[in-house]
């Protein structure tokens, strides 16, 4: 079925996704600041060229429709009932991340639609293939599609439904990896991770797209258009309260849903999934490490299960990472759980817990180790098979019933580096037991972080002064054998730790071999 044959069925889609609109404020920092190519579409031209930074979509429109401007741009003709759309590509290169932007300058009915592009595929079997976000008024066609073309053909598929659009409205598709997802007016209204289809577009172009059923041609008009890279994450650690009410959940473009997930909503100082499956989210806002952490703090637990996910892959096709899964129905079942590419969660280790609410559960990955936290203290630690080294962190949520009241995550904190030296060791004393032997005594250092041995030093004689060290011991004691009967010795102690911190010397302690 053509688009505009979806315009004469009315605009009902049988099978996509219905989706509510984000109501919190977008945040700026999210975008980037400078498009790479743009067009205000002041003046007058048929067909659009703009000296050479335009080229047509000749798939949806086999008649020839292209797009004109009069201080705006539109289609410059309307034929018959058709598949005839004004499509253009931008000619400028863009990045495979990128986003679209249209100022809607007028829709004059519900049969009449414009739409930013991206992903265009500028040639090969799939040229002028694409992602659209169609808008029109109310009861006209509003949805995400994705636009499978050849060159002189196309077929459309709705991924998901949107809201209308009226007059002034800024309309923004944003491609991002796997992710296609749109922000109207500055705050995001979808989010469709395009990983579970049967085609995916990663790389292209950007641009526009019209119908026009009349009876104006400027009753499917674009003010405005402007394209440039995605937003890119940074920095190496993110956290949320949750406060306010956003479905799905953005914050600003933190989070994206894995693929074949609804991911999360916000509400009432909770996160909670969307569906009453599960549901898994990645952070995009972060690019923590391989040596990272996802701790969330437990809502209201009315059912289900969840809990923080690490290493997840933001570019991979189907879900990917590693989940501490927290079961309210069956606290005896509780376990680690490897999220395998075929949709399979399988479980590695089961753990007894009680589940409470506001505590705080922290999965961290250390090479291939997975430790696992509960309020700071740690609980046991789980060795990989070293599956998903690196990636994203997140969350994960069976059922709607099982919330949180907060998350973070990132990069594993690196610990201080040890300046402090061990304290010195304790009254040392030395007691001979035959000819050839002393044995040394002390009482133990102590360490901010932990003493790891103890050098012993000696010297020959009475009122000797030349120490030198004659072992290292990690216990308190040490037997000084092979030596001169009847002679003196004396000895000294002192404590170093891991980072080589030397403390101080114990006292002297001496003492005269046994005559035989």
């Keep these: 079925m053509s688009l505009s044959e979806r315009h004469r069925a009315g605009g009902a889609l049988v099978g996509v996704l219905a989706i509510a609109l984000v109501v919190t404020a977008f945040i700026p920092n999210a975008i980037a600041a400078d498009p790479l190519a743009s067009s205000s579409l002041v003046g007058t031209e048929d067909p659009l060229f703009e000296n050479g930074a335009w080229e047509a979509l000749t798939s949806l429109s086999p008649d020839g429709t292209r797009f004109m401007k009069s201080n705006g741009a539109f289609p410059d003709r309307i034929v018959g009932p058709g598949q005839n759309h004004a499509g253009a590509r931008t000619t400028a290169i863009m990045p495979s991340d990128h986003y679209s932007e249209i100022v809607v300058g007028h829709i004059g009915s519900s049969r009449n639609n414009v739409g930013p592009i991206v992903r265009v595929q500028r040639s090969g079997a799939a040229v002028d293939s694409h992602y659209l976000w169609w808008g029109s008024q109310v009861n006209g066609l509003n949805a995400l599609y994705r636009v499978d073309a050849n060159g002189t053909s196309y077929t459309a598929t709705p991924l998901l439904q949107t809201s209308p659009v009226v007059d002034g409205d800024r309309m923004r598709l944003i491609a991002r990896g796997l992710v296609i997802y749109g922000i109207k007016n500055g705050v995001r209204e979808f989010i469709y991770n395009t990983g579970p289809d049967n085609a995916q577009y990663l790389t292209g172009t950007t641009g526009m797209l019209a119908f026009g059923a009349g009876p104006e041609l400027t009753d499917a008009m674009i003010a405005s258009w402007s394209s440039g890279g995605a937003p890119a994450s940074s920095g190496t650690h993110d956290s949320s309260s949750f406060i306010g009410v956003e479905d799905p959940l953005d914050e ?163 610990a201080p580096a040890d300046t402090q030296a061990p304290s010195a060791p304790g009254t040392a004393t030395a007691i001979p037991t035959s000819g050839t032997q002393i044995n040394v005594m002390w009482m133990a250092a102590s360490d901010d972080v932990g003493v790891t041995g103890y050098l012993i030093e000696r ?37 170093t730790d891991a980072a080589g911190n030397l403390g101080a010397y114990s006292n002297e302690a001496g003492a005269t071999t046994l005559l035989f």
């Design 252 to 414: 600003g473009d933190r989070w994206y849903p894995l693929p074949g997930y609804s991911g999360f909503r916000k509400a009432g100082g909770v996160a909670m999934g969307r569906d009453l499956g599960h549901n898994a989210t990645g952070a995009w806002s972060i690019a923590p490490s391989p040596n990272q952490y996802s701790e969330v703090t437990l809502g209201t637990i009315a059912g289900g299960g969840g809990g923080p996910m690490v290493r997840i892959d933001r570019n991979s096709l189907t879900q990917t990472g590693w989940l501490l899964f927290l079961w309210a129905e069956h606290p005896d079942a509780c376990g680690i759980f490897k999220l395998n590419p075929d949709g399979n969660f399988e479980r590695v280790t089961t753990f007894s817990t009680l589940i409470v609410s506001g505590d705080k559960w922290r999965l961290a990955a250390n090479g291939n180790a997975l430790e696992v936290f509960r309020n700071g203290v740690f609980q046991f630690t789980y060795v990989t098979d070293g599956s998903f080294a690196a990636g994203d962190v997140g969350m994960e949520a069976l059922s709607t019933g099982f919330t949180f009241m907060g998350w973070e995550g990132g990069e594993l904190p690196t």
């Design 459 to 495: 010297c020959q004689g009475s009122g000797c002064t030349a120490f030198s060290q004659i072992a290292t011991v990690t216990g308190t004691a040490f037997n000084d054998t092979a030596l001169s009967p009847n002679t003196s010795y004396t000895y000294r102690v002192r404590a």
